[in-house]
């Protein structure tokens, strides 16, 4: 029997295998599909998933128990799971007595010293060899085949296309992965493909990395045994396909869901053949109804995984549209998050606790169904980490590549560039792992790596949970590290510095910091953070902060958007032609380029919002000076020249200005959409350099005609006390303001009148000159008056302890940081010991 490659007609293969979601859900409640389903357990080697549960790990092992709860508890509640049954423990154990297999293998195995790779090698590779040479036992495939031959009726196909894959006892465990440890064979069609593909799974428990990953964790290899799964394929090779986290997998974060996609069949994304798309979803607002979307990463999706002739399976290269557009509209993204956040709340319910979980879907081709193929506990976080780390680097170097980062480390070392497994045996340990992408096979070397970068995969790619578990920095996705780095050559691989992961030339200083975040101490003013990159949110979100004092879309606009708002409004008038081809090619094909832009903020901002729900987060809307504008695309045909721009056309007197009105929409626009569509609505605003109160009339009317509208779902609106008017006007100011943020640098240069960037007149640059403090303490007792908070965002309170002590004695609401002074602050403002310690490497 041959199953139709990918080149047959779609009529042919949609008449052959287009079975929707309900057709799965119907064979489940009529129990069809597999001999067998009113047997017990014992009586029979194959077992249909419907019959089984988790409790039933001895019997199936962790992937196959795990397919039998989905199947009996969840399918019920409208998640589909494609059907089929499972091979037994027993049959695995069988096959090896009757074969003789048995003593010698696990005899050999205590034996062998998995330091030894060579030696490893050569005795794994005589074991399969064995496994897969000896015929199953003739009870054994007799009822595999029985077995095979209902699920293929009740699909009504002769011999149905299969997914065939290894399932052990060990496996899928909250303590321990195995990620990638046995095989999985796809677009497995007709009886003689599935004995061997079996045999093939059943060989394939001892693979090196199998074999040394279970030396390593202290499980016994005799105990530990083999089921074999045979799930019925989804169509994903004409679909898309991918795996969920229901948690965020760098920071640990429980209140996101994380979802990967790619074209064609999934084991291009598991295992990190291609850098996929990536989709956040912040799962408290998603919970209230809304569509909380919160970041969109377009991957390249390179090649795509389908059938090929004969049963087999293929790589083709993506065609340039489709590398282009997401794989996953936002109600598919919806859809399976609703689905995934069923499966966590049902396993954590069994666990007794809350799971984490890591599940693998497909969406069929031909039907547009959704199915949930796999679902194991996440590893990694699952256990808890006491700790965080906080890796810098000390110096500064040349970037050589870059990719997604993994985790927060940063590591250095000379480079071995490994193109195949032929080649780990030269791989010397503390070397840096430079590869196309890792292998399973690989785990006896890469565990002893000080760090590993690849060309291809994204952060769910077995590189990336591998390197993860080992806690080791791992940069994916870089596409050119393999040509680009010589071997070698000494390197550092920082993961340090956000989602962007950067390989750096030389052996470059760091210092590492640890932190209890527990150990931090209660401050008598609540700390916030000042907070600019999105990347790094979910990290700086596990910290006691009391939120987000100030959030600089000057960030966001600058590094992910790049252009010029009245750009994007305008691109007719753009004058530089090459900066116009720019401006189109990053827009692409849309009908209206302002929602390139608002995109981009509001999912900015989303993200940071997310990361610290439902503390405060303050908005400030866009701070840059004329000449800060100018540099972005299109910029400079929108922007005067100013002498003096620090004082000039700035803050609040552009956002009513026609020549920045309609640019300042598209801010209110993001705003509006991460409050009212995403739900995220601890997000706050801020105006800055608001000079008068005339003008605070003009930007709060500009607001309210863009659908902000102060007290409206409760937004709360704040200004900054940056100019001494502020301060002379307090009262009147927090007569339409909720608040204040004092902005110590522009105050003091403002008060003293002394240029902040003068290296002459530094020296009497104070912050805490008592014309400052004064001012500050006059908006204090003013803004409480009117019962207005008042917070502080400058850099003054993490570098004197002697202000931080002023700020807290006039009773200051806030106080707003840079995050490596958290807890530094925290325990000036308390009488708790210090919790930290650094040290330094190179």
């Avoid at 200083?509 to 600019?532: G, K, S, Y």
């Avoid at 000449?627 to 000039?648: K, Q, R, V």
């Avoid at 608001?690 to 709360?716: F, P, Q, S, W, Y």
């Avoid at 001012?775 to 019962?787: D, K, L, N």
Wanted: charged residues 25%; negative net charge; aromatic residues 6%.
């Amino acid at each position: 029997m041959i199953c139709p490659p990918i080149g047959a007609s779609s009529a042919e293969a949609g008449a052959r295998t287009a079975f929707s979601a309900k057709d799965h859900l119907k064979f489940a409640e009529n129990g069809v599909g597999t001999a067998g389903a009113t047997r017990p357990h014992a009586m029979s080697y194959t077992i249909p998933f419907e019959a089984l549960r988790l409790e039933d790990i001895a019997q199936v092992g962790g992937k196959n128990a795990s397919l039998g709860e989905l199947i009996s508890e969840l399918t019920p509640h409208g998640i589909a799971v494609p059907r089929g049954f499972a091979l037994s423990v027993s049959a695995f154990r069988e096959h090896l007595a009757k074969a003789g297999l048995s003593d010698p293998i696990y005899a050999a195995l205590e034996a062998l010293d998995i330091a030894d790779v060579a030696e490893l090698a050569k005795l794994g590779a005589a074991i399969r060899s064995q496994i897969r040479e000896a015929p199953l036992p003739a009870q054994v495939e007799q009822e595999l085949i029985r077995s095979y031959q209902e699920l293929s009726r009740s699909y009504g196909e002769p011999e149905t296309d299969v997914a065939v894959r290894s399932s052990a006892t060990a496996e899928d465990l909250p303590t321990a992965s195995f990620a990638g440890q046995q095989e999985s064979y796809l677009n497995v069609c007709g009886a003689a493909a599935l004995v061997q593909a079996v045999r093939d799974c059943m060989a394939s428990l001892f693979t090196d990395r199998a074999i040394a990953y279970r030396a390593e964790r202290g499980f016994a290899h005799r105990k530990v045994g083999l089921s074999v799964g045979v799930q019925k394929m989804v169509r994903s090779d004409v679909g898309a396909a991918g795996v969920i986290f229901t948690l965020d997998t760098e920071s640990g974060s429980r209140d996101v869901v994380i979802v990967t996609s790619s074209w064609g069949l999934g084991e291009s994304v598991v295992k990190g053949r291609v850098n996929p798309d990536e989709f956040w979803v912040h799962k408290p607002t998603f919970e209230q109804g809304f569509a909380s979307i919160i970041r969109r990463d377009v991957g390249d999706k390179s090649v795509t995984l389908i059938y090929g002739p004969d049963g087999t399976t293929e790589e083709q290269v993506t065609g340039p549209l489709l590398t282009s557009i997401a794989s996953l509209k936002d109600e598919d993204v919806l859809t399976l998050t609703r689905w995934a956040l069923s499966i966590e709340r049902h396993y954590s319910s069994k666990a007794g606790h809350a799971l984490p979980m890591d599940i693998e879907w497909a969406r069929d081709g031909h039907t547009g169904d959704l199915f949930i193929v796999q679902a194991r506990p996440e590893t990694v976080h699952t256990q808890g980490a006491a700790r965080l780390e906080r890796f810098e680097l000390r110096e500064k170097g040349t970037v050589l590549v870059r990719g997604k980062s993994v985790g927060s480390r940063i590591g250095s070392g000379p480079v071995r560039v490994i193109r195949d497994a032929s080649e780990l045996a030269s791989f010397i340990p503390g070397e840096v792992l430079v590869a196309p992408m890792t292998d399973p096979d690989w785990e006896p070397v890469l565990r002893k790596a000080a760090a590993v970068v690849t060309d291809q995969g994204g952060r769910t790619c077995h590189a990336a949970i591998i390197s993860r578990e080992l806690g080791i920095p791992c940069v994916v996705g870089s596409h050119d590290a393999t040509t680009t780095l010589r071997e070698g050559q000494e390197i550092t691989v920082s993961c340090a510095e956000g989602d962007d992961g950067r390989v750096y030339a030389g052996k470059l200083a760091f210092e590492r910091q640890e932190v209890d975040p527990l150990a931090i101490p209660t401050p008598r003013v609540p700390v916030m953070l000042n907070v600019a990159n999105p990347d790094s949110a979910f990290r700086l979100g596990q910290l006691p902060s009391a939120g987000v004092g100030l959030l600089r879309v000057e960030f966001v606009v600058g590094s992910q958007i790049g252009i010029h708002p009245m750009a994007l409004v305008h691109p007719d008038r753009v004058k530089n032609v090459a900066e116009l081809r720019e401006i189109l090619k990053r827009v692409g094909e849309v009908p209206d380029p302002t929602n390139y832009f608002v995109d981009k903020m509001a999912l900015g901002v989303a993200q940071i919002a997310a990361a610290f729900y439902p503390r405060d987060v303050i908005v400030r809307f866009s701070d840059f000076k004329t000449n800060e504008y100018a540099g972005l695309l299109g910029g400079s045909t929108f922007e005067p020249h100013e002498d003096n721009p620090m004082i000039g056309f700035r803050g609040a007197s552009r956002y009513y200005h026609e020549a920045y009105r309609a640019g300042f929409a598209l801010e209110c626009r993001a705003i509006d959409r991460v409050r009212n569509m995403m739900g995220l609505r601890n997000v706050k605003v801020m105006v800055p350099f608001c000079r008068t109160i005339k003008e605070a009339h003009h930007v709060l009317d500009e607001m309210a005609r863009n659908g902000l509208r102060r007290g409206e779902h409760d937004l709360e609106v704040y200004v900054m006390c940056e100019i001494p008017s502020n301060v002379v006007l307090a009262d009147d100011f927090a007569e339409l303001f909720d608040g204040f943020s004092i902005g110590s640098n522009d105050l003091t240069q403002l008060t003293l009148g002394i240029d902040r960037d003068s290296a002459t007149l530094a020296p009497l640059f104070d912050e805490q000159d008592p014309a400052v403090l004064r001012s500050i303490e006059h908006v204090v007792r003013a803004a409480h008056r009117h019962g207005r908070k008042v917070g502080i965002c400058g850099q003054a309170p993490s570098d004197h302890p002697a202000f931080a002590r002023f700020l807290a004695d006039i009773d200051i609401d806030t106080i707003s940081v840079t995050s490596d002074a958290l807890s530094a602050v925290c325990e000036v403002l308390s009488d708790s010991e210090p919790n930290a310690h650094s040290s330094a490497a190179e």
